[in-house]
């Protein structure tokens, strides 16, 4: 080195690296990086006493205590940040949006009703992603761990888009693997995403049975997304897996048939043009008030039933304690079900509404009020696994009509065989599922991240 770079090593060495790069002047604090200053580990006087013992040292000191532009050293605290966990649950657990979670914590921590962090609406929205891609990696792991899945799905249109959820189930546990966005509502377009999905997921080894709606666009004879499904396992070296037809779609469809045959009043889209329909829509208020109430209904275990499909199986139970005693018995009057025509159980709903309220209906309605709460509810309320017993007594029930449609749809659709899986023959998975990604809809505008607040409504895996 030359004379004047070795002068300056001399300095800095002194100094503890303090002197300056192109003078004998000792650099501010304020143009040296936070991460290189020194902390204080000495007092203020310790560092007098072994400052006074240098010379040099000492100078250099004297030449700080007249510059104005020296900061004192401080210990530099690093910055600590919100845990968003807690945060991220209301997210994926109660449907909120990022800004409401941020404003649900800082109401609470401000409140003192809990010790909660209040981080801010971006912190939380990057530890919900953070989350969704921790889901993926372990939905990942059980897929390449467990191979017996039951594969469910089901769409809606949201936004004038057509939207596709995607769920396995197996018998212990449920996965809701992706929410797909389609170009149109076509099984070709459904299918080409679905498969997108399933490749990005590994999943196709895993999945030995398909439980969906009976729709035209699902079981399409040749260019349903069940047979281009199929293929696609061929395609890969793997078996075909089994298809059954979700059994709560096919009652649907067998009542729909057998009310038009006992009620041929023809019904259009989307609503249910029943005569009685539509004077129950009309006076249900009214026609409350004049049933003669009698005695009460037997109470019967409710296998978890909600809102319309709780109403149905009250009302199933009322029919048949009426009939057992002759007398009408209490009814507690609910919401009237969706009229819309893909909710066929609705009109079994309206079918015993029709019999209690509408006395002129009731010789009408009498042989099919008589077939819902008997065969059919007692396959509608079933654990839906297939057993012999209930397939004779659902076909003794049909065959009694005499109507053809219901025959067929009912021989055509339910698989009399058991299931490779344990694992209910309905697609009420898909159909919840679709109703977390309406609630997720109402609160996320963006597919991306759409897809991965469905994915973090898997709580537990």
């Given at each position: 080195?030359?004379?004047?770079?070795?002068?300056?090593?001399?300095?800095?060495?002194?100094?503890?690296?303090?002197?300056?790069?192109?003078?004998?002047?000792?650099?501010?604090?304020?143009?040296?990086?936070?991460?290189?200053?020194?902390?204080?580990?000495?007092?203020?006087?310790?560092?007098?006493?072994?400052?006074?013992?240098?010379?040099?040292?000492?100078?250099?000191?004297?030449e700080i205590s007249h510059d104005d532009d020296f900061i004192p050293e401080v210990?530099?605290?690093?910055?600590?940040?919100?845990?968003?966990?807690?945060?991220?649950?209301?997210?994926?657990?109660?449907?909120?949006?990022?800004?409401?979670?941020?404003?649900?914590?800082?109401?609470?921590?401000?409140?003192?009703?809990?010790?909660?962090?209040?981080?801010?609406?971006?912190?939380?929205?990057?530890?919900?992603?953070?989350?969704?891609?921790?889901?993926?990696?372990?939905?990942?792991?059980?897929?390449?761990?467990?191979?017996?899945?039951?594969?469910?799905?089901?769409?809606?249109?949201?936004?004038?888009?057509?939207?596709?959820?995607?769920?396995?189930?197996?018998?212990?546990?449920?996965?809701?693997?992706?929410?797909?966005?389609?170009?149109?509502?076509?099984?070709?377009?459904?299918?080409?995403?679905?498969?997108?999905?399933?490749?990005?997921?590994?999943?196709?080894?895993?999945?030995?049975?398909?439980?969906?709606?009976?729709?035209?666009?699902?079981?399409?004879?040749?260019?349903?997304?069940?047979?281009?499904?199929?293929?696609?396992?061929?395609?890969?070296?793997?078996?075909?897996?089994?298809?059954?037809?979700?059994?709560?779609?096919?009652?649907?469809?067998?009542?729909?048939?057998?009310?038009?045959?006992?009620?041929?009043?023809?019904?259009?889209?989307?609503?249910?043009?029943?005569?009685?329909?539509?004077?129950?829509?009309?006076?249900?208020?009214?026609?409350?008030?004049?049933?003669?109430?009698?005695?009460?209904?037997?109470?019967?275990?409710?296998?978890?039933?909600?809102?319309?499909?709780?109403?149905?199986?009250?009302?199933?139970?009322?029919?048949?304690?009426?009939?057992?005693?002759?007398?009408?018995?209490?009814?507690?009057?609910?919401?009237?079900?969706?009229?819309?025509?893909?909710?066929?159980?609705?009109?079994?709903?309206?079918?015993l509404l029709a019999y209690f309220l509408l006395p002129e209906h009731r010789d009408?309605?009498?042989?099919?009020?008589?077939?819902?709460?008997?065969?059919?509810?007692?396959?509608?309320?079933?654990?839906?696994?297939?057993?012999?017993?209930?397939?004779?007594?659902?076909?003794?029930?049909?065959?009694?009509?005499?109507?053809?449609?219901?025959?067929?749809?009912?021989?055509?659709?339910?698989?009399?065989?058991?299931?490779?899986?344990?694992?209910?023959?309905?697609?009420?998975?898909?159909?919840?599922?679709?109703?977390?990604?309406?609630?997720?809809?109402?609160?996320?505008?963006?597919?991306?991240?759409?897809?991965?607040?469905?994915?973090?409504?898997?709580?537990?895996?």
């Amino acid at each position: 080195m030359s004379s004047e770079d070795k002068h300056l090593y001399e300095q800095q060495i002194e100094s503890k690296g303090t002197v300056g790069y192109t003078t004998s002047k000792l650099a501010p604090m304020s143009t040296i990086h936070p991460s290189k200053r020194r902390k204080l580990v000495q007092s203020s006087v310790e560092k007098t006493a072994v400052v006074a013992s240098d010379e040099s040292v000492q100078e250099t000191e004297g030449e700080i205590s007249h510059d104005d532009d020296f900061i004192p050293e401080v210990e530099v605290k690093r910055k600590k940040y919100q845990r968003t966990r807690s945060a991220a649950n209301l997210v994926t657990k109660y449907s909120l949006s990022t800004r409401q979670a941020s404003r649900v914590c800082t109401s609470l921590a401000d409140e003192g009703a809990a010790e909660l962090p209040t981080p801010s609406q971006s912190g939380i929205w990057k530890g919900v992603i953070k989350e969704g891609r921790r889901k993926i990696a372990e939905i990942k792991l059980i897929l390449q761990r467990e191979n017996d899945f039951c594969l469910h799905f089901d769409g809606k249109r949201l936004s004038s888009k057509e939207y596709e959820v995607v769920c396995l189930q197996s018998p212990s546990r449920k996965l809701n693997l992706g929410i797909i966005v389609c170009e149109s509502g076509s099984a070709e377009d459904i299918f080409s995403a679905m498969k997108k999905l399933l490749d990005d997921f590994d999943a196709w080894k895993s999945i030995k049975m398909i439980v969906c709606d009976t729709t035209a666009v699902n079981t399409g004879r040749r260019n349903g997304i069940i047979v281009r499904l199929n293929k696609e396992f061929e395609r890969k070296g793997l078996s075909r897996p089994q298809y059954v037809g979700c059994q709560h779609h096919i009652l649907d469809l067998i009542l729909r048939h057998l009310l038009d045959f006992c009620v041929p009043t023809p019904s259009k889209k989307p609503n249910i043009n029943y005569d009685f329909v539509d004077k129950i829509c009309s006076q249900y208020e009214n026609l409350q008030t004049k049933y003669t109430v009698g005695d009460e209904v037997p109470s019967c275990e409710n296998a978890g039933w909600r809102s319309d499909f709780k109403f149905l199986f009250e009302l199933c139970e009322a029919y048949k304690a009426y009939k057992k005693s002759g007398k009408f018995p209490k009814i507690k009057w609910r919401k009237l079900p969706s009229l819309h025509s893909a909710r066929w159980n609705s009109r079994a709903t309206f079918a015993l509404l029709a019999y209690f309220l509408l006395p002129e209906h009731r010789d009408q309605l009498s042989n099919i009020c008589n077939f819902i709460s008997t065969a059919w509810a007692s396959a509608w309320f079933s654990n839906q696994h297939f057993t012999e017993n209930a397939f004779k007594e659902l076909h003794s029930a049909i065959a009694k009509f005499g109507c053809q449609k219901s025959m067929k749809c009912f021989q055509t659709h339910w698989v009399k065989e058991l299931s490779i899986i344990d694992v209910p023959r309905s697609n009420i998975v898909a159909e919840r599922a679709v109703k977390i990604m309406e609630d997720i809809h109402s609160t996320c505008k963006s597919d991306k991240y759409r897809n991965i607040k469905f994915l973090n409504s898997n709580l537990q895996l």
